[in-house]
């Protein structure tokens, strides 16, 4: 079984910063990508940002320039430093991960969410 724990989301102002955080557990070999999307009420889920095991990174057009995806490879884990937030960013947001685990078997995993909400 794998697992993926978000932790860091919550209520901050505009223009506040907020840092999240996903560790990957389980029966993993080796981790691809992880990343981070999030969905806001009425809206698709979508990509904010992603990193692959060598360190390429990915962002969507909206998170350029005030997030950054980060990751500790050793520890499976993935972060997202979020600045300069904006109520439009207000959602709940997802950890993701493509994984092969100990069966020799990929695929992709998802967290369960944490919310983000910017707000006055």
């Known amino acids: 079984q794998v697992q993926l724990v978000e932790s860091g989301g919550g209520l901050v102002q505009p223009g506040e910063s907020l840092r999240l955080s996903c560790s990957a557990s389980?029966?993993?070999?080796?981790?691809?990508?992880m990343g981070w999307y999030r969905q806001a009420p009425g809206n698709e889920r979508e990509l904010v940002a992603d990193i692959t095991s060598g360190g390429r990174q990915n962002y969507a057009d909206s998170a350029k320039g005030r997030f950054t995806v980060s990751r500790d490879n050793a520890k499976n884990t993935v972060y997202l430093q979020m600045n300069s937030l904006k109520p439009e960013d207000t959602a709940i947001y997802y950890c993701n991960a493509f994984l092969t685990d100990v069966r020799d078997y990929s695929r992709e995993y998802w967290g369960q969410g944490t919310q983000v909400t910017v707000s006055s």
């Open positions: 389980g029966s993993i070999l080796s981790i691809y990508r």
